[in-house]
């Protein structure tokens, strides 16, 4: 029996502990305002997230709160995190991944659809699957912006999810993987070490077309056993498993129980 064909979609969610809170708090619509985690000196805190009104007047992820109001204005609402919002958002999408595939792998603002054979695969054209996901999970969830990436490569499907931010669908077609792959910067490979990107870029690598002519030897002998090997997978379409990172997760902290604004 032959295999079927391979496709992946990936989602990714921009912003998402903002477009959460917009969700529970429809009128949220049209204000700007961003999200903060809690933190000791919460006078120096800076935006985790925020929304597309405050994104479209300078305010960007990482600002800290007095610079996003120095840029939005004092219109600028600033929100703390609600967990509880989060974690029923996240089940909605959820149960929308399960419709799709019996193991979606999601986690808090991304998701792996392996749907290679299953009956939507075979019932749903190519460049329609994409689309059709993107509205489902719209209707379901009511967040406004989810972006989609769909190919036979689990790799050119993440490069395009992320170019489709905030909002939108990019699907590779069948075939073009490698050709996609050759159109993108080194920058765009996910998974690399930021100290492998900087040597990529000393090295003048700066697109996948130019690592795609270097041999396994080569690369891993520039960027060492682990990383030359990462990167000859990459660049070639295929996937290796994410960097474990040994920094402490911490998404479940405690939040602001009041608006700072």
Known sequence: RPRPQPLWLRVEVDQFAAQALQVAAPALEGVPFG?????DDSHKASLYAVSRCARDRGAEPGMPVFVARR?????????PRDGKVESAVRGTLKAVYDEWTPEPVADRTAAWLDLSGTPISRDTGWDDIGPRLLARLKEASGLRELAVGV?????????LARQALPDGVITCAVGQEQAQLATVDADSLPGLASACRERAHMYGLDGVDQLLDLDRATLVRRFGKQEGGRIF?????????????????IEAETVLRADVN
Do not use: H, N
Request: proline share 2%; aromatic share 0%.
């Open 233 to 249: 997978g990459l660049v070639r379409g295929l996937a290796s498993e994410p960097r474990r990172s040994s920094s402490v997760d």
């Open 151 to 159: 190919s036979a490569s689990r790799v050119v499907a993440q490069i």
């Open 35 to 39: 999200v903060v985690r809690q933190r």
């Open 71 to 79: 840029k939005v204005g004092r219109g600028l609402r600033v929100l």
